[in-house]
């Protein structure tokens, strides 16, 4: 059993710069892939990055690509999501999701889901 908390929301405005980090409980971190994925208010979970056990391995969606960064500290059991150049529209609840069995942006994959933390990004 994995249990993941999330942390590091909040209120900023555009153009700032917040940085999430998920903290993980349970044995074999180290083997999970790790993600980030959002949902905003009427709309769909969506994939925002995921990192590969080892860390060697990143993806990003498209729409924060080059703004955001996933990154892991497997001896901390934690993964953080680096976010530069906000905008209103990456407005949503964040959570943190563990997969032990593949890599990819299908919420499918990943079965360990924290409980959310917002950003809310004014213009």
């Known amino acids: 059993q994995v249990q993941l908390l999330e942390s590091g929301g909040g209120l900023v405005q555009a153009g700032d710069s917040l940085r999430l980090s998920c903290a993980a409980s349970?044995?074999?971190?180290?083997?999970?892939?790790m993600a980030w994925f959002r949902q905003a208010p009427g709309k769909e979970r969506e994939f925002v990055a995921c990192i590969s056990g080892g860390g060697f391995s990143t993806y990003y969606a498209g729409s924060v690509k080059g703004r955001f960064t996933i990154s892991r500290d497997n001896a901390k059991n934690t993964v953080y999501l680096q976010m530069n150049s906000l905008k209103p529209e990456d407005t949503a609840v964040y959570y943190c999701?563990?997969?032990?069995?593949?890599?990819?942006?299908?919420?499918?994959?990943?079965?360990?889901w924290g409980q959310g933390t917002q950003v809310t990004v004014s213009s």
């Open positions: 999701a563990a997969s032990r069995s593949g890599y990819g942006a299908s919420t499918a994959l990943y079965t360990y």
């Open positions: 349970g044995r074999s971190f180290g083997s999970n892939t």
